[in-house]
């Protein structure tokens, strides 16, 4: 492309080449020192030994990871036999924060592409009015819901006198209301990233497509999806990885009666269980599954780049 | 089907869904919006129209609490919002617009590290650091804290911005005799708007609505209005907290009105 | 790394009372979150010139981790429940005071004095006190509720509309009641039993929730619910149909307890705030607005009719309740398993 041209920069997409460092720096020191460093002595705590009652004792142990994966009864002496039951609750995360974030991906890439078809500041206008609700908290926001969704709550009632149902569709406290909650948490963050590539989208493509015949979802597929694949990959990211860990709005929704991964890692540090080592552990476990996703997709990144 | 001029931006199914969007976003907040006006102490059964909740706010034994917490609440989401928006901005001109270089691919983890590690633990972690090196918990405390975990949620919109745009146009300024600095002020900038404003308004919104960590590296007497809700629960949640959520959206309505209408006088005097 | 720790906090600490030094007087008080009134705070620090600084938390777990994560040593009294003042007591975390020192001792109510948790109220004094039991919508259910059996095994039509509290030690707690079991027994066979007993109930129930327990019951979404008494008063209040059960196998009691953190920056202004609190009419002002009752004497005659005369907060006599029991390591370990179990 044009780069290959310019005197000053080696690759077409090296522009800032000589000032990667600097400009990385800024993020390098205040996440290494304010997050990394933290998030190495946890590394290490997951190798402690458990303090009754929270806290670890400096002593090398590896309890904690086979607390993870074997099972030695109810009272430990038992011989050991593999624990399906943090792996069940890890899979079981795992498949409610894809559901919903499939469910932001099939609402979300609409209505960003809608807002990127506004003129102008209008643009904003609606960027503003995706994020609006999230002014309000959390747990009112999800505590509406529950009521809005309960067997006789305005819903039930509104779609009962609408004619669309006989009888109440029960939704509270069901696999359904665990993903809308995390559905509902991650939202704008599925939309804005989106929104901000979508904007990009340079309609000649499509005028192009057309004039050799391809049919209108042809062109979505083909064409507009791949160009705007940064947007929904950022998207993605940003909806799956938090839901991973996320136990409130499910919880509230869903009524709590089968561990996330979130609150079982909160259940080690702030409930009656206190086991700091297994806590970090379970953390670790969880941050290398997300590491090994997101190497992926860097190395990808980097070949696209290179 | 080609014979036939159809509307390129136009995909039929699209306009529901985005009502669908806004349907679910905004009708738990005509829940909130009712119950601020409810004249019950409760927050599920209605008892008549009354502005009890709001002279709470304003004039209650309890007011100044809250008004300090949402203070605090929207200072924090400010400055941490575009601290991180600027960090990140940066960051992602190196990851997309530098090439291959050293320590790319530990850069891209290490900005996403705070969405991987489970909010608990990054809280207790951090404020066992924080202790460990002598940093008194405060307001500043809780700044830093945000800072970090509103980095990832910046940077990813940013970035799949940059990723859509083509370096031609710096490239052409570059040809120009422009240097790379105004190369990237007065073009790339630009083109990134949408994508910065993106990234500040879900690092902001991540950062007013974050309790767990926030919890944890708060000093005393500093509250945000998660924290001041989250601890209501020794009393149960009061409608006040309905009354001050719909204030918030008021003042973001303002807000937000207030933009479009600069923006519009701004657009007209192009 | 623990020394490190520990000499990074007392440097905290010596920070924090070299800045007390400069001001008239300084108070730091870790609390919960609306428990106590803003006049009651402001009355203290008028009196006795002293500048009162609140932080919050959201359950007794979360303040012992925030204190062993290093808070220890930036606050000066701090209102744990009945079995972390035990806790909070063998992990040394606690400071002791003599009784001559608070001149309104003898305020607290004798029965309050020598309590398992801390006998001879060496390094904590009583704050508020309440119940945890459960509420009945008597419109879905007209029968029986003397008994535990509503919640853990539930009539038909209570079956799928029950809440528990999402807390091991409550449930595990009623649970035990309710099998005729001791708390933290080491007995095999009955914490099998135990197990057994909360799985088959777990079928019955519909959601786990603190936050929401008072709200689900007001709104008909559960029709049974383990609630904290205080809550239930005002459940009540909204909902007129609910009645709160005091079961004939036994409910949680629990107690606030205000105590003298160890490492008090501030030691001489946390001995007059507790003291404080020991004043009939100040302890009072506390009931009236959390609404539940003190365990102070003579605080009664203070009291609003709401807490005076709701059946929430007085207790039939004759009735047994009993405290959460602080469980040993090696039980509080086939607990965990057993919460796990229930949970997974």
Redesign the interface.
């Known amino acids: ?3 290959a ?2 005197n ?10 000589g ?3 600097v ?2 720096l ?3 020191l ?3 020192f ?6 190495l ?2 590394l290490v705590y997951s190798f402690l030994t458990k303090e009754f009652r929270g806290g670890v004792i400096w002593e090398f142990s590896l309890d904690a990871y086979d607390q993870f994966f074997f099972y030695r009864g109810l009272f430990g002496d038992e011989p050991p036999v593999f624990e399906w039951t943090y792996v069940g609750i890890f899979w079981r995360s795992i498949w409610q924060a894809g559901a919903a974030t499939i469910f932001c991906l ?3 890439f ?2 960003a ?2 807002i990127a ?1 506004r003129r ?6 609606w ?19 529950k ?2 969704i309960r067997d006789n709550g ?2 039930n009632e509104w779609l009962l006198w609408m004619g669309a149902i006989n009888e109440p569709i029960h939704m509270i406290n069901t696999n359904f209301a665990v993903q809308l909650g995390l559905f ?1 948490s991650y ?3 599925m ?7 979508v ?3 340079n ?1 000649a493509l ?2 192009a497509a ?1 004039d050799l ?1 391809a ?2 979802w042809e ?2 597929r083909l064409i507009i999806l791949p ?2 694949k ?2 929904i ?3 993605c ?2 909806v799956f ?2 839901s991973l ?1 996320a136990f409130l709005a499910p919880d509230l929704l869903g009524g709590a009666k089968t561990f996330m ?2 609150s079982l ?2 259940e080690q ?2 409930g009656n269980a206190g086991n ?1 080592p297994f ?2 552990a379970a ?1 670790m476990i ?2 290398s599954m ?2 090994a996703m ?2 992926y997709y ?2 990808q ?2 070949k696209e ?2 | ?2 014979s036939k001029k ?1 509307d ?2 136009y ?1 039929p ?3 529901p ?2 009502y ?3 349907f ?6 005509i ?2 919006l009712v119950y601020s006006f409810n004249d ?6 209605w008892g008549g129209l009354s502005l009890r909740w709001y002279s709470d706010v304003f004039f209650g ?2 007011a ?2 809250f008004q300090t917490a949402a203070f605090n609440s929207l200072t924090i989401a400010v400055i941490a919002a575009t601290v991180s928006t ?3 901005t ?2 992602a ?9 050293k ?3 530990f ?28 940093f ?2 405060g307001y500043l405390t809780i700044l ?2 945000h ?3 509103c ?3 910046a ?7 940059m ?6 146009y ?3 300024a ?2 120009l005799y422009a240097t ?1 600095f105004e ?2 002020k007065l073009v790339l900038l630009p ?1 990134m708007a ?2 910065i ?3 500040f ?2 690092a ?2 991540i950062s ?2 974050d ?2 960590i926030t ?2 590296v ?6 945000t ?13 009061q409608p006040n ?2 009354a001050i ?1 719909t204030l ?2 008021l ?3 303002v ?2 009105t207030l ?2 209408l600069v ?2 006088a ?2 007209k005097s192009k | 790394m623990k020394k ?2 520990l000499a ?2 007392t ?2 600490a010596l ?2 009372s070299a800045t007390g030094a400069m001001a008239a007087g300084n108070l ?3 609390h ?4 106590i ?3 009651l705070l402001d009355k203290f620090a008028k009196e006795y010139d002293v500048k009162v ?6 359950s007794n777990e ?1 303040m012992l ?2 204190l062993k ?3 220890l040593g ?2 000066d009294v701090s209102v744990p429940g009945d079995y972390m003042v035990e806790i909070m007591a063998k992990e040394g975390m606690l400071d002791t005071f003599e009784r001559s020192e608070l001149s309104n001792f003898g305020n607290i109510d004798p029965q309050w004095i020598d309590v398992g948790f801390d006998r001879g109220r060496k390094s904590s004094i009583p704050y508020q006190i309440g119940t945890t039991g459960f509420m009945v919508n008597r419109k879905a259910y007209t029968g029986d509720i003397g008994s535990l059996a509503v919640l853990f095994d539930p009539p038909a039509e209570l079956k799928g509309k029950i809440n528990v509290l999402d807390s091991q030690g409550e449930v595990l707690a009623l649970a035990s009641m309710y099998l005729n079991i001791p708390q933290c027994s080491t007995d095999r066979d009955q914490l099998k039993k135990l197990n057994d007993q909360l799985q088959k109930s777990k079928a019955a129930w519909a959601s786990f929730g ?2 929401i327990a ?2 689900v019951l ?2 008909g979404d559960a029709s049974a619910g383990m609630i904290y008494n205080g ?1 239930g008063a ?1 459940a009540r ?3 007129a149909d609910l009645e709160y059960a005091y079961p004939k196998e036994g409910y949680v009691f629990w107690m606030d307890n205000v105590v003298l953190l160890k490492d008090a920056p501030n030691r001489d202004n946390a001995i007059k705030f507790m003291n404080f609190l020991l004043e009939p009419e100040n302890a009072a002002a506390v009931s009236n607005y ?2 539940y009752i003190s365990g102070v004497k003579g605080a009664g005659k203070y009291f609003i009719d709401a807490v005076k005369n709701a059946p929430e907060l007085n207790p039939p006599a004759g009735q047994k309740g009993a405290f959460i029991q602080a469980c040993g390591q090696d039980v509080q370990k086939v607990y965990d398993t057993i919460w796990t179990n229930l949970k997974k």
């Open positions: 492309m044009a780069g041209i310019t000053n920069s080696k690759s077409n997409s090296g522009i800032y080449a000032s990667a460092h400009l990385m800024p993020s390098w205040i996440i290494g304010f997050l990394l460093i933290p998030v002595l946890m099939i609402i979300g609409p209505t592409w809608f078809m102008g500041a209008n643009k904003s206008v960027l503003f009015l995706i994020t609006i609700p999230y002014w309000v908290n959390l747990l009112i926001r999800t505590i509406s819901m009521f809005l305005p819903l509902y939202l704008p963050f939309v804005l990233p989106i929104y901000a590539s904007e990009r989208y309609f499509s005028e057309a015949y049919s209108h062109t979505l160009a705007v940064p947007g990959i950022a998207g990211i940003l990885v938090p860990g991964i979130g890692i909160e540090f702030k700091w806590g970090a953390s969880l941050l997300v590491l997101l190497t860097a190395r990144q980097s780049v290179s | 089907m080609a159809i390129l931006r995909f199914g699209f306009l869904l985005t669908l969007c806004l679910l976003l905004y009708a738990p907040l829940i909130v019950s102490v409760s927050i599920t059964k034994p309890e100044p609490k600027t960090i990140a940066l960051a001109t190196a990851m997309i617009r530098a090439g291959n270089f320590g790319r691919s850069g891209f983890v290490l900005i996403n590290l705070p969405i991987m590690v489970p909010e608990i633990v990054t809280a207790v972690a951090t404020l066992i650091f924080f202790s460990a090196i002598g008194t918990t830093i804290a800072i970090v975990f980095i990832p949620f940077y990813l919109p940013i970035a799949a911005r990723q859509s745009i083509d370096n031609t710096e490239q052409a570059l040809d790379k190369a990237f083109l949408p994508g404003l993106s990234g308004l879900l902001f919104i007013l609505d309790f767990i919890n944890f708060k000093g005393a007497g500093i509250e209005l998660p924290t001041a809700i989250f601890g209501s629960v020794k009393r149960g949640i907290i309905m959520s918030l959206l003042v973001s309505v807000f937000v933009s479009y923006g519009r701004g657009e | 490190f720790l990074s906090t440097a905290i920070t924090l730091s008080i870790y919960w979150f609306e428990y009134p803003q006049d600084t609140m932080d919050t938390f959201d979360a981790a925030a994560a290093g808070k930036s606050y603190s936050d008072k709200d007001v709104s809550f005002k209040a909204e909902n959390a609404q």
